[in-house]
């Protein structure tokens, strides 16, 4: 299958390119194209795909039904970029954020539904085996009922952004939440659905949050607050608390997890292994897929939609939710408590925040 | 009045930018190294700059139209002293008026003998690189000032804490750790300073007539003991401060690794280096890292409780019997810290519980 990838930068460089080569001998995924603006990220790429031909845009590369195409460009050139290799008949995975805008993202899925497209988007970390370990005790509530659960996630920004296009309000919707949170929020959705009431906060004052909080209440009574940061170092933890114990997830550990059983003497942390039981017998099938090989997995998978061999994990219906309850936040934002703030700089920062 | 901030992603950096946009006090113009390093500056719609701040063509095009330029940029060694010549040559090359550039009182060392102040002569021999940079960074600044028209206040702050700072949030980490320890039961004094009295010195330093040409040491109002420190922070942890390591300070020596690095971090070494092959670096890299390697642990012992973690920065700060005095900033500039030593402790612990350190068994 040819594959065009639609961007360039980091995210091709480091994930995709990786992919890619792993992916070129069993699923016959060969890069044909690569498009982007820039000569210097199409020369950085085409050291791995040689072959590949270069486009500066996606109208000039010959796009056809037989392509998967990757759309890893800024944000706000989702929704156009998708759009129209859908148009030609390709299959698209597309990178997170899904899209700039809620409507966007919805001319996006509509545009799947109408030429009965696949649109795949990259929220891999439903790959992971720990997410859906997480999953499965809070639906089958093997620890009982979730009662709450408190996520801390983010560090000082490490990304090597090539332009200032992450931090200015005129080039992206949002910071950290809209950045990092949109793979939050969508194993929140994923795990939790909606919640009912929300409180959101974060330290934007005129320009994009580093920092924000955000408490969510669900139907159940089930709270949580989640923590996000570009600022300092966090613990990077989910942590699970069930009637019967809590469970404790490292971000983007995909195979392990922390377990504590009431009853137990001691919390279980290790390995995720593929086991099934036949009667009293106990046979493994192996390690669950490390981050990387999650990462690959959303690839093949998306190709094994486009050749009707699988179905597709994660289509546009479900890459819209994240975004819609993003929009939700920022509809309901409120400044950040700073504690080290004198009081005057608060009511500034505050008149700042709500000039936005 | 338009102010342009190096280093304005960093701790101190980050406080000021707030402090002068949420104060009105003057326009601010950021600059930063890297587009990474907007992440927090981004909070504020500003007219950052991203510049190499080694290249003084590069940095005047960013302070170009500025007023002023306050310099609190970090870097290693090296970096230190090469970012002191770019900063003052491309103020000069933009038509600014006056430099505030953020030394340190580490150029008298960590533990300066009793009466220093700034007539004491400083050197740069002594044992930590960083204090010795410091003080090759004043003298460089000092010399351009000499034949340059900018003027030049270099501030000399010691232990600047408060909201995103290093050293107490290594102490409370120790603490957890059970790696803590206090020297002389921690009667040692820690010369601090809330990072908004350093703000405040700084602002009178972009305006004072007076200040042009000197250096001054700046602190909070109050004398603390290092021992009150580890008691605020232990009791915001819920730890006993009698649980904290009681240690004799013991005698440092620098091993071969580290040897190397100070060589290598010297103008000397800096201007050697480039023409050194890529391999050749590569391989003193590995070499270096293979002796830093810990020997494997040996299975047939039982677990130990944590020893305490002695490093030499802290060792010589603990050691400290002198109070670095305000006077001089007092008398030129009419500098009063404005936040005591409980409200800036009050502060930080407030920030650390915010950014999520384990302090709310309190």
Known sequence: MPVAIVGCGAISRFFYSEAFKALAGPERLRVTALVDPSRENLSHLAKDFPEARRFAAIEEADIGREHLVIVASPPKFHAAQSILALGKGAAVLCEKPMAASIEDAEAMALAARETKGILAIGLYRRFFQATEAIRALIQHQSLGRLQSFQIREGGPFGWQAASESFFRRSATPGGVLYDTGVHTLDLILWWLGEPVDLIYEDDAMGGLESNCRIELTYANQCKGEVRLSRDWKTDNRYTFFFEHGFARWTVNDANHLEVFMEGLPVSMRGELIHVSQKGERVIERGIACTNPQCFIEQVRNAAAAKRGLDSLKIPAAEGIRSLRLIERCYRNRQLLKMPWMTADQEIEARRLAVAV | ?362
């Not at chain 2, 707030?18 to 927090?40: I, K, Q, T, W």
């Open chain 2, 1 to 362: 009045m338009k102010v342009a901030v190096v280093g304005a992603s960093g701790f101190v950096g980050t406080r000021l930018v707030e402090h002068l946009v949420l104060g009105r006090v003057a326009e601010v113009v950021p600059v930063v190294r890297s587009f990474s390093s907007l992440a927090v500056v981004a909070r504020f719609e500003l007219p950052w700059k991203v510049c190499d701040v080694m290249d003084p063509i590069s940095l005047a095009t960013a302070f170009a139209g500025c007023d002023a330029v306050v310099h609190a940029a970090l870097g290693d060694p090296g970096q230190i002293v090469k970012m002191a010549g770019s900063v003052y040559t491309a103020a000069e090359k933009a038509g600014v008026k006056r430099l505030v550039a953020l030394s340190s009182a580490a150029v008298h060392g960590l533990n300066p003998p009793p009466g220093t102040d700034e007539r004491t002569p400083i050197h740069g021999r002594q044992s930590m690189d960083y204090n010795n940079a410091k003080v090759r960074a004043e003298q460089v600044l000092r010399k351009s000032r000499e034949l340059g028209k900018v003027e030049l206040v270099l501030l000399r702050p010691s232990i600047v804490y408060g909201a995103r700072s290093r050293l107490f949030p290594s102490v409370v980490e120790k603490l957890i750790s059970g790696t803590a320890f206090l020297i002389n039961d921690g009667q040692g004094i820690c010369n601090g300073i809330y990072v908004d009295n350093l703000i405040e010195a700084i602002c009178l330093a972009l305006f004072c007539d007076k200040a042009d040409g000197e250096a001054f040491l700046v602190g909070d109002a109050d004398t603390v003991a290092w021992r009150e420190i580890y008691a605020c922070l232990a009791d915001a942890l819920g730890i006993r401060l009698d649980s904290v390591h009681r240690v004799i300070a013991p005698t440092f020596r620098k091993s071969f690794k580290e040897r190397v690095e100070s060589f290598v971090a010297t103008p000397l070494a800096q201007s050697i280096l480039p023409a050194i092959p890529g391999e050749a670096k590569r391989l003193t890299k590995v070499v270096l890292g293979a002796l830093k390697r810990p020997m494997p642990p040996n299975a047939w012992t039982l677990p130990e409780p944590p020893a305490a973690q002695i490093d030499e920065e802290m060792t010589a700060l603990q050691q400290c019997v002198w109070k670095y005095p305000n006077e001089k900033a007092v008398k030129l500039m009419g500098f009063q810290p404005p936040v005591s030593f409980q409200e800036g402790m009050r502060r930080t612990i407030a920030w650390m519980e915010f950014a999520g350190y384990p302090l709310n068994h309190r």
